[in-house]
């Protein structure tokens, strides 16, 4: 649970008021002592500019965008608690620093040494924007010893990926004539980034060990009941959808990384979280999103699943009686470039909502759609349960999902953000 800021600010109090008054009772001026700057507006921040960097600048699709966010988020989520404590830093870091360092000059020197080691082509709008907010920091053992713990914090985190096999060359084969229930590219092209599922996670040991039993089996009366709620639900014509549930569906194709890390700022800005629990949300929140992913993909890779266009254009090859096959059916929105299960969009948005959930007690989310022609473009959620079923029934009624890839991605995401939100837990100092 987070600590709550009015204590944090009280104790603060006590403390400056104590230092006052041994001041006045010697009766003799005392230098000025740098004071530690500990200004959460920091880290919200330097998480729209690691957005910008990493998802604007470096074109990277959401999904590897997440690993990006996470990797940024765990740097300055280690240099914030290697002063202020709270929390114990996810990587091996040099022993706490002088008691005066700025928890806010390292929280940005971690994310900008981080962002420009891993998009060079950035460096100059980068530097610019690190430049430009450290110049109104003035010198002082603070700074000094802010920046020396930013940049351990980022070079712990760089040093643990090398070797982590990010864009490795992993590619998926298909026979000439892929079988019923193989996944086979739709007009959005081949597997997007396959060795996502083989990447080193950032914080969980293992994205094996998150697998799910696999998709239904062809034959099963459980397949054929999804085949027919997409069929007669996400179809770009003639859908049974109602006018609500179109602009649900609409909602939540946006894109899901975007929607959760603007949702995130708004949420810290109205709870006035301070820098340790805002480093600490974004560290635990974007880490369990992206080794949900991390498992979700080794599991669309190893059961290569088909689409619902596919399934349902070629129901005349799947073996089940209880499906009919229309080859001119077409969904809502265009697949996405990878294998159906499970779903992707799931697992990252469990795996937010979980870790959020463990976080502050339940979720408190206001989420935006940037979709041309919503009717509703703000969502508020103060319940998981009900975020999720809005997520499911969406990418359903996009015609993109069977609900089997939705419920199995769900249970990947809840269970990593489990195992994450452990490791950014307060501690007591």
Not at 320 to 339: E, F, H, I, K, V
């Amino acid at each position: 649970m987070v600590r709550t800021p009015t204590a944090f600010r009280r104790s603060g109090f006590i403390v400056v008021a104590a230092l006052l008054l041994s001041t006045m009772s010697v009766g003799v001026a005392q230098p000025a002592v740098p004071r530690a700057t500990r200004d959460p507006g920091v880290v919200l921040s330097w998480n729209s500019i690691a957005f910008r960097t990493i998802s604007v600048e470096g074109q990277k699709p959401p999904p590897v965008a997440q690993l990006y966010l996470a990797l940024v988020s765990t740097a300055v989520y280690n240099a914030v608690v290697t002063i202020e404590g709270g929390g114990a830093p996810t990587l091996r870091q040099p022993p706490r620093p002088h008691g005066h360092a700025s928890s806010d000059v390292a929280a940005a020197t971690a994310a900008h040494d981080v962002l420009v080691q891993y998009f060079p082509a950035s460096k100059p709008a980068v530097d610019s924007d690190y430049n430009a907010w450290l110049a109104d920091v003035p010198n002082s053992v603070g700074r000094a010893q802010g920046l020396r713990v930013g940049r351990d914090a980022a070079a712990a985190l760089i040093a643990s990926r090398v070797g982590d096999r990010r864009d490795a060359p992993i590619t998926l084969s298909r026979p000439p004539a892929p079988p019923p229930g193989m996944w086979v590219p739709t007009a959005s092209g081949e597997f997007l980034a396959p060795w996502l599922g083989f990447t080193r996670p950032v914080v969980i040991t293992s994205a094996a060990r998150f697998g799910r039993e696999g998709p239904d089996v062809l034959t099963s009366a459980a397949y054929a009941a999804d085949v027919e709620e997409v069929q007669t639900m996400g179809a770009a014509t003639g859908s049974r959808r109602s006018a609500a549930q179109t602009d649900l569906a609409l909602f939540f194709s946006d894109n899901p990384v975007r929607q959760y890390q603007d949702a995130m700022r708004d949420l810290a800005t109205r709870r006035a979280l301070d820098i340790v629990d805002t480093a600490r949300m974004f560290g635990a929140v974007n880490a369990a999103g992206a080794d949900a992913l991390i498992a979700c993909w080794r599991e669309k890779y190893t059961h290569d699943y088909w689409r619902p266009e596919t399934a349902i254009q070629r129901a005349d090859t799947d073996g089940n009686p209880a499906t009919t096959p229309d080859p001119a059916w077409t969904p809502l929105r265009p697949s996405p470039p990878y294998p159906e299960y499970p779903s992707g969009h799931a697992c990252v948005s469990a795996g937010t909502a979980h870790a959020l959930a463990e976080l502050f007690g339940r979720v408190d989310l206001t989420i935006e759609s940037t979709v041309p022609g919503l009717v509703v473009t703000t969502r508020h959620y103060s319940s998981e349960r009900v975020w999720l079923n809005d997520v499911t029934n969406a990418r359903i009624w996009l015609g993109i999902h069977f609900r089997d890839a939705m419920d199995d991605g769900l249970r990947i995401g809840r269970e990593v953000a489990d195992a994450v939100e452990g490791r950014f837990r307060e501690t007591g100092d």
